[in-house]
């Protein structure tokens, strides 16, 4: 029942290399072997962030309490008990502190695997760790980060926090200042933000236990494809290879109901939709899947009701249709067997109900919820209704079309985009893409690093490599994100290859468009002055730039419409920040007006 199956071929021992002197092929196998594993054993963390006096403390425990078998630990009393209890890390720290040395992270993290090992934890809630976004990587080393919740408070909530913490620091000689916070955040929110895992909690004060609940139950409300069908062969066949094309495993009633009389030593009762929703919502948050497929279920019309009644509408709703004939022929198959037989007479009747009561489910999503709804034909391949299912799921996409410079400006863009606050309705989160990293050896699976590595060969730049093999770095990007379903931004693009050599600009716009959802492009277009100011002062680098831009403007008013074109113009900003905010704004409503 522990048992947990990892995938394992000879594909994944592409990028092996011949022995050398310094590392021998065993090794090689053995990493390449261990990379596989170490995604399915390594522990996973949630992250909790947020100024002090925020309601960190108050949201941590709650968010574990989501998940069997979790933790919440604040790293920061996590080292001052190990110094209060005077073991042998707690004296060296104390030692260390002593002579005006920083405790490392590596302190930290020990102890964390020690919390796990002594508590036989599935996984964690951190509060106070990473204190820096340069700790990210090293905390990655050693655990899954799954998702990340930030406290972010409007203006007069930070002022009140501020004055919180000052009053009761009065007196205190070893606190830092409440600005020492604000700006170290800043980057670790910026960081989570790109990667499309942070959680935006946003507040106009400290928020109260009912206030939180409110706002996780929204953050975690799972995304569903729902596969449904009268067939009792067809349907799971087709869950289970839609599930398995999104790294997961499809969901039968019976499945949580069995999951949850072993992990939450709890009897549920499928018939009953707020006890069988609770277990599914549980099950939901013990996981890190962005997407959970459900195996003939909702099955009834009030079911139906009931789930979008308390998840909303479902990514996509697959109804596997089945001929009368084909159905009774499956039907008198499976009971072949029965004792006393069924009643030939009988069994047209029977099914003629079963068609009856699904037809009356899918109507109820055919009124609520029309657009996730999708009819396919159960003769087809399951590998090619897949394919359908996951053309209806593609990613949305936004291309930023910024230079970049010594600055990195179309990076902060993105930041800002992906971290701006909005009032009223919330807003979903952004995944960023930087095109100058896609094409980057060693960051990629085997496979396609084998594939860029013979590319290279014949290329004159990184980025000059097949159409098939630029498609599947932009596909890889997208399934390892952490919602594969979600909003990318794409920056850096087209890439530099697309004046003077291939793919062109019109090809990779046009690759782009058919693998996602492509919503528009955001043209920032810089004066000479505005450039030296965010960009660069090189008078050749701007004229590079402006032939490069001014290129790409003329293809895509060709290839676009004007609904997907959005120009914002900077002449002489007075400063970084003042360009940025516009650009975000004009962004924003941009997208508002896209997706409206």
Avoid at 106 to 132: A, F, H, K, W
Avoid at 134 to 149: A, N, P, Y
Avoid at 475 to 486: C, I, L, R
Wanted: proline letters at 5%.
């Amino acid at each position: 029942g522990g048992r947990v199956r990892t995938p394992g071929g000879l594909a994944s021992l592409d990028g092996v290399r011949p022995a050398s002197e310094t590392e021998s092929f065993e090794e090689q196998l053995v990493q390449a072997t261990w990379m596989n594993v170490n995604e399915k054993v390594m522990p996973g963390v949630t992250i909790v962030l947020g100024l002090p006096c925020s309601g960190t403390s108050v949201l941590a425990p709650m968010l574990a309490s989501l998940t069997p078998n979790t933790q919440a630990v604040d790293c920061s009393q996590l080292l001052d008990k190990e110094m209060e209890r005077r073991t042998d890390i707690g004296v060296t720290m104390h030692n260390m502190l002593a002579r005006g040395q920083v405790v490392p992270l590596s302190t930290t993290l020990q102890l964390l695997r020690g919390v796990i090992n002594l508590t036989c934890s599935d996984s964690l809630v951190l509060e106070n760790c990473p204190m820096y976004a340069d700790q990210i990587e090293h905390l990655t080393r050693e655990f899954r980060i799954d998702r990340v919740f930030y406290i972010a408070g409007n203006d007069k909530a930070v002022d009140a926090w501020k004055e919180e913490y000052t009053k009761a620091s009065v007196g205190e000689t070893t606190g830092q200042p409440f600005g020492y916070h604000l700006e170290r955040l800043e980057p670790i929110v910026q960081y989570f933000s790109r990667l499309g895992k942070l959680e935006r909690l946003e507040v106009t004060k400290t928020p109260d236990a009912e206030k939180l609940k409110k706002m996780i139950e929204q953050a975690t409300t799972p995304q569903f494809a729902i596969v449904t069908g009268l067939s009792a062969k067809l349907t799971p066949e087709q869950a289970n290879a839609l599930a398995a094309a999104y790294g997961t495993k499809a969901l039968t009633t019976e499945g949580v109901v069995e999951w949850a009389n072993a992990a939450l030593k709890r009897t549920v009762d499928p018939a009953k939709p707020d006890e069988f929703f609770a277990a599914l919502k549980k099950f939901a948050d013990s996981g890190s899947s962005s997407l959970l497929v459900l195996d003939r279920y909702p099955s009834t019309a009030e079911d139906a009701a009931h789930f979008l009644g308390k998840f909303g509408e479902p990514k996509v709703v697959v109804n596997v249709g089945i001929d009368d004939e084909k159905l009774q022929e499956e039907f008198e198959e499976a009971h072949a067997e029965d004792d006393p037989p069924i009643d030939a007479d009988a069994i047209p009747d029977r099914l003629a109900a079963q068609r009856t009561a699904h037809d009356d489910m899918v109507k109820v999503f055919e009124e609520k919820a029309p657009g996730s709804l999708m009819a396919v034909d159960g003769k087809l391949p399951a590998q090619e209704i897949t394919d359908m299912v996951k053309a209806r799921l593609l990613p949305r996409v936004y291309v930023i079309v910024a230079p970049s410079g010594t600055s990195g400006f179309s990076g902060l863009l993105a930041d800002s985009i992906c971290t701006a606050r909005t009032e009223g309705a919330k807003r979903g989160k952004f995944t960023v893409i930087d095109c100058n990293r896609l094409f980057q050896r060693g960051i990629h699976s085997a496979a396609i690093e084998d594939k860029l590595l013979k590319a290279s060969f014949m290329a004159e730049a990184p980025d000059c490599v097949p159409a098939k093999l630029w498609m599947e770095l932009f596909q890889e990007a997208f399934a390892n994100s952490a919602n594969p379903m979600g909003t990318f931004l794409v920056v850096n693009f087209p890439t530099p290859c697309a004046v003077g050599s291939s793919p062109t600009a019109r090809d990779q716009f046009w690759m782009l468009e058919s693998i996602s959802a492509f919503m528009g492009i955001l043209h920032v277009n810089l004066s000479m002055t505005a450039f030296c100011d965010l960009c660069s002062d090189s008078q050749e680098e701007f004229e590079a730039y402006s032939a490069f831009s001014e290129a790409v403007r003329a293809q895509t008013a060709q290839q676009f419409g004007g609904q997907q074109l959005c120009d914002v113009e900077l002449a002489e900003p007075k400063h970084a920040e003042e360009a940025i905010n516009k650009v975000t704004s004009a962004f924003l409503t941009f997208q508002d007006k896209v997706e409206s």
